[in-house]
């Protein structure tokens, strides 16, 4: 009894320590940084949207096409939208900077690590 109360409690501890850290990465930086991008949209600045506007949707771990061979190396696509949904873009980011960026599209999902959904 003893050996499964301590289980039970190890993983809860281990699963409350996931939750809120998408693929280990710190969301509050992956937001600012969608935000700071999303804002230089000529749409995003025309629609009047502000920085609370901005919504993460997904991201998932990503390598340059073609090159699933050399692993990961800290790539990332995010998928973003406007609370309205009138306008939905994804961009690329690498986790040793936050910096987002053009460029998804030279990006595949790197199947082996997957995808968060922000949005369920």
């Known amino acids: 009894m003893k050996r499964l109360l301590t289980t039970l409690l190890l993983a809860g501890v281990v699963l409350t320590g996931c939750g809120g850290n998408p693929l280990g990465l710190d969301e509050e930086r992956l937001q600012e940084g969608v935000v700071e991008r999303a804002m230089t949209y000529a749409d995003v600045k025309e629609g009047d949207y502000i920085e ?28 973003w939208q406007t609370k309205d949904t009138e306008v939905q873009d994804h961009n690329h980011f690498n986790e040793s900077d936050y910096i987002v960026e053009f460029g998804a599209n030279s990006y595949e999902e790197f199947e082996e690590i997957g995808c968060h959904n922000f949005k369920e």
């Open 52 to 79: 609370q506007d901005i919504e993460l949707v997904k991201v998932c771990a990503a390598v340059p096409r073609g090159k699933q061979e050399y692993g990961h190396q800290g790539d990332y696509v995010v998928f």
